[in-house]
């Protein structure tokens, strides 16, 4: 009875430091943003464009604003105006570089305003406020690189985040270190996975191991060979549509860990992609961040017209 007591005080205590250290790795942020609207943006590109600014608004209101000179990085106080010079990998979102990362969201509002303009007639401004969890970055991330390609044959020429209905989606994957990758893409409503494919063999059902250094080219068949167990069969290719619209905006999640991770609960669809619900998903990127310091996520914004 002794052990079974001296036990049961053991696993508490270790449950307790672990909840403690987890709570010092992440804290409460917030943020804003506006965003003027004008005719190059569509409705879904503006949103997830405040949404982004209004992240950087709070990690670099809880870290800094980051600064770079030449060579050098410097963190800047908002506060007081104080720079330090930094060695400290950056995170990127929307194109601008933050000492920190963004764990999970808590909530957020979106407001549209109708403002006048000082030389006359009216403007359209989204306004927008976000509360979060965030993690402050001590140490590099895995370094990789990914992009979007219209055709499957010359990197340079087929690099693309602009389509045309009808046209192939291919995408392009290099890391420094070997680890496990998974894609989502959220379109109309619904996040799809892309990657791992529907029939993938059983073992690469939560995420694919990929190697250090080697470029992958994905979701094309004569490149079906770079996994264990694959066949040309099993590779699904994209076609892009914008459906009745003219013009539709997609946000893909590149999903990278150096450590195997878990995949989400997904539901079957009629056109063979599994999917999940676009809350559900951001609460599974947020859980696996914050529980895990190898687990990255990159976006890459693509638009497509008709």
Known sequence: MKNLLLLT?????VLITTQNTEAQRTISVSGKSQILLNDSYCIGKVKKLALDKAKINALEKAYGRVIVQGTSTYIENISTGEKVKTNTKMNTIANSMVKGEWIKTKS???????????TGGQELWLMCEIRGA?????ENKVDFEVFTMKCNNE???????QFKSGEELYMH????SKGYL??????SGKVYRLFPYTNMHDSYQNAVPVKADQAYTLFSEKHYDYFKNSTPNEIMEYLMSTGDKP???NRIFVVFSKKPFKKPILSENTDG??????????????ANRAIEKSFQVKNIDITVTQ
Do not use: H, Y
């Open 273 to 286: 992609l599994k999917t999940i619900n676009p809350d559900k998903f951001q609460k599974w990127l947020g």
């Open 247 to 249: 013009q539709l905006f």
């Open 182 to 187: 998974s894609i989502f893409m959220e379109e």
């Open 134 to 138: 965030a993690r402050e970055l001590k």
């Open 9 to 13: 005080l053991i696993l508490s205590t």
């Open 173 to 176: 994957f290099k890391t420094a």
């Open 108 to 118: 957020s509002k979106l407001e549209w305003v109708v403002r006048e303009k000082s």
């Open 155 to 161: 990197l340079n020429k087929c690099k693309a985040s």
